[in-house]
């Protein structure tokens, strides 16, 4: 780095205490995504909530669950529920609002309209450039579009990730500061019975040359795992996990046979492991991107043989997708899930899969059947009946696409726990549908 650069860096470095100065109230503050937030950022900002009631804090899939986030002090507006929001999303000061990850452009420029930014980054390069890091491409990137002030929070554990939109120069920072402590980590994911038998059934399905994405959790990490004996894989993913390090490593997953991006695992962010974090830095094989790319649905049917697998939080008996709302309460995000499922199955050869486990324990620890006549009231349907193709259970593995209504819901009641297919049959006769 040459001297006008490290005496630039110099001006701009400042206390995490002076840094939050330059947010005045009323201030729109965009804090991070996932695996990059700037916590100490936050945590200055909340000493000063008496003098700023006004601040509004934007974000999403936010981890942990720190005094700004938590305490109702600032309102906070998201587009996807993550472990923090979810403990404030009975108050009234907390906006949710469903986008797919695709429009996440429109979210930045048109709903919450962010004029300052926290960004949490990487240490500089030669150039004075850092980057957005493992959680910050995604949105961040429209982000550097729409705020004016940015006061950046850099972390030597943050990754240095390559990409489209990844990087930020120091002349457009107003304010740095140094703050290193640890990146938020994925819980581990049990592989029970059940999600072996779910995993089983998809794999059965990939052909060696697929292009795969993967969400996050029990199913999603077992299936990555599994993945270890196929060949010449690719991955276009919203989410890089562990599961796709180790098959990179591995060189299952080479991109060798991608028709788009050869060569380079595409994705918006990543949250794993402090080794998963090791493993992105400078890595060229691995390419970061705005979602407004990456989950563009005719982007993703330009990779063929294109593979996509979501969860569901429950699935009615036509084939409707619930992935984000439990008892009329809003858990999680309308995310990527129908980026995937058009584009999937869009692209040649592709498929796309709903993969959900048939039964869960309820609040009230009683087992429930995750495959219903109809949805609780409040309960928003994320994936539409005429966008799905491929339901999954321990039970097997249905393509619903060419069904008519009738064979659907048998398809669906086969799908289910046979302590509850019973019930379910009579339900569907009760709705009036001719089995």
């Known amino acids: 780095m040459n001297e006008l650069l490290k005496t630039e860096f110099e001006n701009k470095t400042k206390t995490v205490a002076e840094a939050v100065r330059l947010i005045n ?3 729109i503050v965009y804090i991070g995504t996932c695996s990059s937030v700037a916590y100490d950022l936050l945590q200055a900002l909340w000493e000063r909530r008496e003098e700023l009631p006004a601040v509004v804090l934007v974000g999403g899939l936010l981890i942990d669950p720190a005094d700004a986030l938590c305490d109702g002090s600032f309102r906070l507006k998201t587009y996807f529920i993550g472990s923090a929001e979810r403990k404030r999303m009975k108050a009234a000061d907390i906006d949710f609002t469903s986008v797919h990850l695709s429009q996440t452009d429109l979210w930045c420029k048109e709903t919450v309209k962010p004029n300052a930014a926290f960004l949490e980054v990487s240490p500089p390069d030669a150039d004075g450039y850092m980057s957005l890091s493992a959680g910050g491409v995604g949105v961040g990137a429209h982000v550097l579009e729409t705020a004016g002030t940015f006061i950046l929070q850099i972390n030597k554990r943050a990754p240095y990730v390559l990409g489209e939109s990844s990087k930020i120069h120091i002349s457009r920072a107003d304010a740095i500061v140094y703050a290193d402590h640890e990146l938020p980590r994925a819980p581990e994911s049990p592989h029970d019975e059940e ?15 697929a292009c795969i994405q993967l969400g996050i959790g029990g199913i999603a990490n077992a299936v990555g795992f599994m993945l270890r004996d196929k060949n010449d894989l690719g991955a276009h993913t919203e989410i890089i996990t562990d599961s796709i390090m180790e098959l990179m490593k591995l060189g299952v997953l080479n991109n060798s046979r991608k028709t788009w991006l050869p060569g380079k695992t595409a994705a ?11 493993f992105l830095d400078r890595n060229e094989d691995i390419y970061f991107m705005p979602f407004s790319v990456l989950n563009d649905p005719v982007v993703i049917s330009k990779n063929d043989d294109m593979i996509s697998i979501n969860s569901a939080i429950s699935i009615d008996l036509f084939g409707q997708v619930s992935a984000e709302t439990i008892a009329g309460r809003q858990f999680s995000g309308t995310g990527g899930q129908l980026d995937y ?8 050869g592709g498929k796309s899969f709903i993969a959900i486990q048939s039964t869960a324990v309820d609040r009230d620890k009683k087992r429930v059947s995750r495959i219903v006549s109809a949805f609780q009231p409040g309960t928003v349907v994320t994936t539409p009946r005429s966008e799905v193709q491929y339901v999954v259970t321990e039970y097997g593995c249905v393509n619903l696409k060419p069904l008519c209504m009738r064979d659907r819901v048998r398809a669906m009641i086969s799908l289910a726990h046979p302590d509850y297919r019973p019930q379910l049959i009579e339900e569907a006769k009760f709705s009036g549908i001719q089995l």
Do not use: C, T, W
């Not at 499922?341 to 040649?348: D, E, H, R, T």
């Open 195 to 209: 999600i072996v038998k779910i995993a089983g059934f998809l794999l059965d399905r990939i052909p060696d040359g």
């Open 341 to 348: 499922v058009k584009g999937a199955q869009m692209s040649k």
């Open 268 to 278: 918006g962010v990543a949250f794993g492991s402090e080794k998963l974090y090791d």
């Open 25 to 27: 109230n009323g201030d």
